[in-house]
């Protein structure tokens, strides 16, 4: 059997392999466009919880559903030649039990082509995601700051400060020992994503966390600018599209008040004549 793989994208045997080489790069995408536009550019695209807060508006991710998931996941595969796609398995679909989790993981593999999914939870998901890779589900495992816990963590703050430095040491060898090919760590000390990067021997993909880490993920809104609402103090921000945004349809807005609006019909007249 031929097997071409998905249009050329890259596999997480492959990114598993980037281990202490080039630094990976991903970033999260919601649809066609922006899949599109970050495909030449990243390794890994990941259609991330965020896309609750980020685009449909909600307070957090937690009201965000498997079907969401599917149809943002479709969107953003039709956009991707090169990046591998990466999926979150939303709040409430893989906690219950191993065969939970690995149920909706195959619905959002199957439904959307995603190559690999990511889950939330260091030591507890252990066993859910050694269940997950003996049945050939890929896993990202996500540990530090997990924004599905928000309430249990009381905010997105900062995580594995002091003593509880140890904790997310524990959770990083322990979803590396159940077979995770890589980990977000988010939102922990430098020092801290250091020592785990030293530690394991799978990718750390860090926000908010070091540079020392295997990559590097930010969610696309946050980078560009887009999202005025929330801004992580972490972020860097690479544009300022919201801004330009609004001066655009402030200037729209402006001409039609104003009847400047280009009439249309000379480029009907054009368009007659080829
Ligand atoms: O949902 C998301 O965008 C994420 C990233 C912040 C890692 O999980």
């Not at 550019?41 to 807060?53: E, N, R, T, Y």
């Not at 939970?100 to 252990?126: C, D, I, P, W, Y």
């Not at 890779?133 to 309430?151: F, K, S, Y």
Request: with cysteine; proline share 5%.
């Amino acid at each position: 059997m031929s097997v071409t793989g998905r249009a050329g994208r890259l596999s997480p045997p492959e990114i598993q392999a980037r281990k202490g080489g080039e630094p990976l790069v991903m970033l999260t995408a919601y649809t066609t466009p922006v899949a599109r536009l970050a495909d030449p550019h990243c390794d890994m695209v990941l259609v991330g919880d965020s896309v609750g807060m980020v685009i449909h508006g909600l307070p957090s991710t937690l009201g965000v559903t498997m079907e969401m998931m599917i149809l943002h996941g479709q969107a953003v595969a039709r956009g991707l030649n090169r990046a591998m796609m990466v999926i979150d398995m939303p709040f409430g679909s893989y906690e219950e039990s191993p065969a939970q989790a690995f149920r909706n993981a195959a619905r959002l593999m199957a439904g959307t082509g995603a190559s690999s999914v990511k889950l939330e939870g260091g030591e507890h998901m252990a066993p859910t995601i050694a269940y997950l890779v003996a049945r050939g589900i890929p896993v990202m495992a996500h540990i530090g700051l997990t924004p599905q816990a928000v309430n249990a963590l009381g905010g997105y703050k900062v995580q594995g400060r002091g003593a509880d430095g140890a904790r997310i040491r524990a959770d990083a060898g322990a979803v590396a020992a159940a077979g995770a090919y890589s980990v977000v760590l988010e939102k922990v000390p430098d020092a801290l994503a250091r020592a785990v990067t030293r530690d394991i021997a799978i990718p750390t993909i860090g926000i908010g966390a070091s540079a020392a880490c295997d990559g590097q993920v930010l969610v696309v809104d946050d980078m560009l600018g887009l999202f005025t609402d929330f801004r992580p103090k972490f972020v860097k921000r690479y544009g300022e599209l919201g801004a330009a945004a609004d001066a655009a349809i402030a200037a729209y807005a402006a001409d039609v008040r104003a009847r400047r609006f280009p009439a249309a019909e000379h480029v009907f007249d054009e368009e007659a004549k080829r």
